[in-house]
């Protein structure tokens, strides 16, 4: 059961994502991309949500990076293979 006070707050949830954000920071990954940053708050056990939430952006734009992200990698790969003989 979380732990939460009187007005309903889960501390647990609280602590954990301060945690994940010091990680983040004592990490040095100030200058990685979002996309970066994001997998390692989601290493973490951060939900896309969380970590859009510790990144300050949305969830919306994590899903879109992501996205973005796989099309570049699936686009060198069929690339890689219209290069072959």
């Known amino acids: 059961m979380p732990a939460t006070d009187e007005n309903g707050s889960d ?3 609280v602590i954990g994502r301060s945690l994940a954000f010091i ?3 004592v990490r040095n990954m100030k200058n990685e991309s979002y996309t970066a940053q994001a997998k390692f708050l989601k290493g973490l056990g951060l939900s ?3 970590a859009a939430g ?3 952006t949305t969830p ?3 899903y879109e990076l992501f ?3 796989r099309k570049k990698r699936r686009d060198k790969r069929v690339a890689k293979r219209k290069k072959r003989p």
């Open 60 to 62: 919306a734009s994590l």
């Open 11 to 13: 501390w647990q949830a």
């Open 54 to 56: 510790v990144l300050g």
């Open 48 to 50: 896309t949500s969380d």
């Open 67 to 69: 996205r973005q992200e």
């Open 23 to 25: 990680c983040l920071h």
